[in-house]
């Protein structure tokens, strides 16, 4: 599971087979998670009970970052950076998503 279904999980509550296998047969969140639908949108969002669905993209395009060295994701992939490097993508990974969550909050980035 990626990163983005990750996040939808943690909100939605949906779940691969290892989801919440529910309370006497109800509220299960298991089995709800799929992969490889042909949609338009990166997610498609479906209601249990009315069926009625939404799909959305994300999108950062209009939201300037500061401070992210994209070329250390690279180097720390190849196994080529150094501790200090390691520690400096992981606080500018966390500073770029508090932007995005936080800073930003006026800025569309989920398009339905």
Do not use: C, P
């Not at 990163?3 to 298991?30: Q, W």
């Not at 994701?73 to 520690?87: G, P, W």
């Amino acid at each position: 599971m990626g990163v983005m279904a990750n996040v939808a999980s943690f909100i939605i509550g949906a779940k691969e087979e290892d989801g919440f296998k529910g309370l006497g047969g109800i509220f299960a969140r298991n089995n709800l998670l799929f992969f490889g639908a042909k949609i338009k949108g990166e997610m498609k969002f479906t209601r249990l009970d009315t069926k009625k669905s939404v799909e959305v993209s994300y999108d950062i395009s209009n939201i300037a970052l500061s401070d992210f060295d994209g070329s250390l994701i690279q180097k720390s992939l190849m196994n080529k950076a150094t501790k200090e490097e390691m520690e400096l993508l992981g606080k500018q990974w966390q500073k770029r998503a508090s932007e995005i969550l936080l800073v930003h909050r006026d800025k569309a980035v989920i398009i339905l």
